[in-house]
């Protein structure tokens, strides 16, 4: 059975997600920002980044999410950014191997 979220909330560190296996996820909103791969901030084709890093503010976060049917969340930034898609398999694969992102 697939890993879904059960809950998503906006903390003073990150957005947080709570997993149906009962983990709870931190993502920090800038590092989340810079994951985006939607059109506008990585390249199709050949999957070179598009986004310009130095443009994102430091003090970015996200404003409110929108589920994705039962396998993503798109996030509103405070950049005005919108159309990113995050996978809920993308997000535990950063969970996983990024210590960036804190798991309890």
């Known amino acids: 059975m697939a890993i879904v979220s059960k809950d998503v909330q906006f903390t003073g560190e990150g957005v ?58 798109q996030f509103l930034w405070s950049d005005g950014h919108e159309t990113g898609i995050y996978p809920f398999q993308m997000l535990q694969r950063l969970a996983e191997h990024d210590p960036a992102v804190v798991c309890s």
């Open 16 to 73: 947080q997600i709570q997993w149906s296996d009962g983990r709870t996820c931190t993502f920090p909103y800038r590092y989340l920002r810079l994951q985006c791969a939607c059109a506008s901030c990585i390249e199709e084709m050949t999957g070179r980044k598009l986004l310009n890093v130095a443009s994102v503010p430091s003090d970015i976060i996200a404003v409110e999410y929108i589920p994705v049917g039962k396998y993503a969340l």
